[in-house]
């Protein structure tokens, strides 16, 4: 059993055929290990861009790869086509996080349109896996955390390696790795990526629901019962989209309490998730101190498919 840990460096480079700047690959960098999750191999090749002479300054300091260096590389084919050999008997792929995925397929899609692919069979996000462990261990943080900053929490030295660029970002990844490791959960994370749907979900950007009439809303998840009460509600005023929530003021047809309905949707790949909120009424007549005392606002998530 042979893993791989993949890492990518790339430069925001201007693409005048698509008219927009692009994530593109200078340095593909990958360790293999075997089944005890030990380096047997390494692989390191810098890229001569087929769309530019320089690299930007930025890319340059913190990957040490100058624009000299660029133009020495080989061509981005011939590294795909090398990778591939390097890594042709992996089962798993690993990289930290799932950005590499994103960058691959627009590298792919831009300048490997009749070109070898990368060869990734099942894929796991090996941040995913770290954070989960260090969640585990008390760390509270909710958002991604850096490769650097997870191996200090972790107990483990970067000194010996130049981070930020892919191969030495590989070998900080395999000693996280074999810290973190479990094997059920490690299975568990894997993805299998020739699935037929694999690509189209990575592709897939989530994105909230501006339209009212747009017809993945459940009409019934504009409707809201009184606070209060717990009865039915009119609905006083249309529906007005406000910073992703569907506002409007609503009244309860038993006790006349007033109050505020919010409702949020958010298409993702498999369903819609939607968000409900009750606020405080403020009468357009009256002033703050003359409105009427609502309870506090209550929020709820549902995911409806």
């Known amino acids: 059993m042979e893993y791989i840990i993949l890492d990518l460096e790339w430069d925001s480079i201007f693409y005048k055929p698509e008219k927009r700047f692009v994530n593109h690959i200078l340095q593909i960098g990958a360790v293999k290990l075997n089944e005890n999750l030990d380096v047997i191999d390494t692989f390191s090749e810098t890229i001569c861009s087929q769309i530019t002479t320089k690299v930007s300054g930025r890319f340059a300091k913190l990957t040490g790869i100058t624009s000299e260096k660029m133009r020495a590389g080989i061509p981005f084919v011939e590294a795909v086509e090398r990778y591939n050999e390097f890594c042709k008997n992996a089962e798993v792929t690993m990289t930290w996080s799932n950005s590499d995925l994103y960058t691959i397929i627009e590298n792919q899609d831009l300048f490997l349109k009749k070109g070898p692919k990368f060869l990734i069979k099942g894929y796991l996000d090996l941040q995913k896996l770290v954070q989960g462990k260090l969640r585990e261990n008390g760390y509270e943080n909710k958002n991604q955390i850096s490769l650097e900053g997870a191996a200090e929490l972790l107990d483990i030295s970067t000194d010996n390696f130049d981070l930020h660029t892919a191969l030495d970002d590989c070998k900080?990844?395999?000693?996280?790795?074999?810290?973190?490791?479990?094997?059920?959960?490690?299975?568990?994370?894997?993805?299998?990526?020739?699935?037929?749907?694999?690509?189209?979900?990575?592709?897939?950007?989530?994105?909230?629901?501006?339209?009212?009439?747009?017809?993945?809303?459940?009409?019934?998840?504009?409707?809201?019962?009184?606070?209060?009460?717990?009865?039915?509600?009119?609905?006083?005023r249309p529906f007005k989209y406000r910073n992703r929530w569907f506002v409007a003021d609503f009244k309860?047809?038993?006790?006349?309490?007033?109050?505020?309905?919010?409702?949020?949707?958010?298409?993702?790949?498999?369903?819609?998730?939607?968000?409900?909120?009750?606020?405080?009424?403020?009468?357009?007549?009256?002033?703050?101190?003359?409105?009427?005392?609502?309870?506090?606002a209550v929020s709820v998530a549902e995911n409806r498919e």
């Open 252 to 296: 309860c047809t038993v006790c006349d309490f007033k109050f505020n309905g919010r409702v949020a949707f958010k298409k993702t790949y498999d369903d819609l998730q939607v968000k409900h909120k009750v606020c405080e009424y403020k009468s357009r007549k009256k002033k703050n101190n003359d409105m009427q005392s609502v309870p506090k």
């Open 172 to 236: 900080a990844c395999a000693l996280m790795l074999k810290a973190c490791y479990e094997k059920q959960k490690f299975d568990s994370m894997v993805k299998d990526t020739t699935l037929p749907d694999f690509y189209d979900r990575l592709r897939f950007k989530a994105y909230p629901i501006s339209d009212i009439n747009d017809s993945n809303i459940n009409r019934n998840e504009l409707k809201f019962t009184c606070p209060k009460c717990g009865s039915k509600t009119e609905r006083m």
